[in-house]
């Protein structure tokens, strides 16, 4: 069994930060990518920032130079830093982890979703 969970999402003024945290947990043996993606009322659910193992990064150009995606493989977590928050970026958050469990099956787990609202 595999989980994955979402922490950290809110309520934040525009120009706000938040971060956001993601645990992989449960019979894992490697953890590959990890990304987060977001999904607004009405939008399709979209890349927001993907990290690979060895630490390459790829971000949605929306928002390039206000978000950092990181990770601690020792704690099976992805964070997500979001600063000069803006009200697009009010949607739910979902984390992913591409991984291999400890029978070594490769699959590409998905959190519950947190939300994260930008507003005054």
């Known amino acids: 069994q595999v989980q994955v969970m979402e922490y950290g999402g809110g309520l934040v003024q525009p120009g706000g930060s938040l971060r956001l945290s993601c645990a992989a947990s449960?019979?894992?043996?490697?953890?590959?990518?990890m990304g987060w993606y977001r999904q607004a009322p009405g939008k399709h659910r979209e890349l927001v920032a993907a990290i690979t193992r060895g630490g390459s990064t790829n971000y949605a150009d929306s928002v390039k130079g206000r978000f950092t995606i990181s990770r601690d493989d020792a704690k099976n977590t992805v964070y997500l830093q979001m600063n000069s928050l803006k009200p697009e970026d009010t949607a739910v958050y979902y984390c992913n982890a591409e991984l291999y469990t400890t029978s070594w099956s490769r699959g590409l787990y998905w959190g519950q979703g947190t939300q994260v609202t930008v507003s005054s």
């Open positions: 449960g019979s894992i043996s490697r953890i590959n990518d």
